[in-house]
């Protein structure tokens, strides 16, 4: 790959990391003032699917579909170009079984970091969709890669 190609690609992946951080920790920092159970209690499920079922009905009886649907998609999202990337600019994330470790490392420390810092919330479909969503990143850089090489051969 070259080399301009690939300093674009890092430029592009900080900058949206960055962005990403100020999505996850600055952007809703309205819960600051409680404790970290009262925050716990309050805005957690570690129950899986739960808040995505709970979304899916809200959205059939017609409320807040759009808040749900950015959810969704948001989560969904949140690694995606990750996914992607990494596996262009770094040897290490080429395997889908060291990304997968990966993520699932990055989301519970995201998680475990909007607790202690009593933003956002701590959820397992959180967890399930961003790596959901890194994973399919990951696919298709796959497809593309394989497709570059059965044409380089």
């Known amino acids: 790959m070259k080399k301009s190609i690939k300093i674009t690609m890092w430029i592009i992946l900080l900058l949206y990391t960055a962005f990403a951080l100020w999505l996850l920790f600055v952007r809703d920092r309205g819960n600051s003032g409680m404790s970290i159970s009262e925050h716990f209690t309050r805005y957690s499920n570690l129950l899986p699917f739960e808040t995505i079922i709970s979304d899916i009905k809200q959205m059939a009886m017609g409320k807040n579909v759009r808040l749900y649907i950015r959810n969704f998609f948001g989560n969904t999202m949140l690694l995606f170009p990750f ?17 997968f470790i990966l993520f699932i490392c990055v ?36 497809s593309f890669s394989h497709k570059r090489l059965d044409n380089n051969a």
């Open 107 to 142: 989301i519970i420390t995201v998680e475990l970091l909007q607790l202690l810092l009593r933003v956002g919330s701590v959820d397992t479909d959180d967890l399930m969709l961003n790596v959901a969503g890194g994973m399919a990143g990951y696919g298709i850089y796959r």
């Open 83 to 99: 996914g992607l990337f990494l596996p262009f600019l770094t040897k290490r994330y080429k395997s889908a079984k060291r990304i």
